[in-house]
């Protein structure tokens, strides 16, 4: 079975580095932008994407306005969406559900959430 391939979205490399070591030791392929345009052309690509793990919180472009885009990318729009937020307020994962996430993981991530959210693909 080949490994699943993750696109990690996210404007502070540190987060990308944390979640990339964590997702490769769990066996997953990760590739990484650090803002939602670089993203959206890596994605009208054929680039190989399983999941994508997206910051709602970049200069620029947020999450809540690239989710929304990604989705309208033809080849794009069933690829898992887990929206990544340091917000865990009440209401903020209904408001990444909303704009179009499959799923939330707050920050500090929960390795064992984080692995059932990406258990879709």
Known sequence: MSRK???????????????AHT???KSFDCISCLSAEE???????EETVDAILIDMMMPEMDGYEAIPLIKKIPSREDTLIVAVTA?????DKEKCLEAGADDYVSKPIDVD?????????
Do not use: E
């Open 87 to 91: 917000q865990a307020m009440t209401g």
């Open 113 to 121: 959430k984080l692995l059932k959210a990406l258990s879709k693909i």
């Open 23 to 25: 997702l490769k030791v």
């Open 5 to 19: 391939r993750v696109l990690i979205i996210d404007d502070d490399s540190r987060n990308i580095f944390a979640l």
């Open 39 to 45: 993203a959206l052309k890596l994605l009208q690509t």
